[in-house]
């Protein structure tokens, strides 16, 4: 099987919390990859190692075949990412916001056309971005995700805050983008409801540890064992859950 992100035993230490904790991903090729977990589980720690953006205290991981840190510049040139809330200028317009991007990146200048079109925001590029409404800053910030067509997006939240037409919206874009693009695609959420209407593969964390990975079939069989709903998984997700929190404190106490 053709994996384009694995990571190997990965960890992140802040002096005494460890907020990833050996957590080995195998990401499939032209997938979309849920990578679920409650707030403050590791998601957006692990993103951000993968990226970068905050070196690793243990472990591997190679993105492409190219091994952190040694080929760092190489792999972020393979990955367009969506981390926390979008950043923008609010003076400027859509358009001008990417056109920034685009220059940085060097690319040719019909990719901020292309990205606004993917998005649905050609006919806003010229309104202020800090007229636009969460929607369209959500998208704003894909859009730039998008620039150049990278073959590896990393998502994080990215419907946060948006209201059930607007995530209706993002999930149909996200969920077309391994066909139109040949892309893959890792996103994170909290929300196992969400995930599972446009993920392949899953993998679900908890205190920086992963508690499963694997097809959501194999999410359902697990669901079905224990005597829960295969067609309510976000039950058997919650419950998982809980079970891990209940042993991280009988933990505790010891």
């Not at 195998?26 to 998601?43: C, D, E, T, V």
């Not at 720690?45 to 970068?52: A, C, D, F, V, Y």
Request: proline share 4%; hydrophobic share 40%; glycine share 8%.
């Amino acid at each position: 099987m053709e994996y384009q992100i694995t990571t190997e035993r990965l960890s992140k230490q802040y002096k005494n919390f460890k907020a990833v904790d050996q957590v080995s991903l195998h990401i499939r090729k032209r997938s979309i990859y849920g990578f679920l977990g409650p707030n403050g589980a590791g998601k957006s720690t692990t993103m951000k190692m993968l990226l970068g953006l905050t070196p690793p205290s243990g472990g591997t991981f190679a993105i492409d075949g190219l091994h952190f840190p040694q080929d760092r510049i190489s792999i972020l040139k393979r990955i367009g990412s969506f981390i926390e809330s979008p950043s923008y200028y609010a003076n400027l317009t859509g358009e001008e916001n990417l056109e920034i991007i685009r220059r940085i990146l060097n690319l040719p200048a019909s990719a901020v056309s292309d990205a606004l079109e993917l998005v649905g925001l050609s006919e806003f590029k010229d309104r202020l971005a800090r007229k636009y409404s969460l929607g369209m800053k959500q998208r704003l910030g894909l859009a730039g995700a998008l620039l150049g067509r990278p073959p590896i997006l990393i998502l994080d939240e990215p419907t946060n805050g948006l209201d059930p037409a607007g995530i209706h919206e993002i999930r149909q874009l996200i969920r077309s983008l391994p066909q139109r693009y040949d892309c893959t695609v890792l996103i994170s959420s909290h929300m196992l409801s969400e995930i599972e209407l446009i993920a392949d593969d899953i993998g679900i964390l908890n205190h920086g540890r992963l508690l499963f990975e694997g097809r959501l079939d194999a999410l359902r069989n697990t669901a079905s064992t224990q005597g829960f709903d295969g067609d309510n998984l976000e039950a058997m997700f919650l419950a998982m859950i809980e079970q891990d929190n209940a042993k991280c404190r009988e933990r505790a106490k010891l």
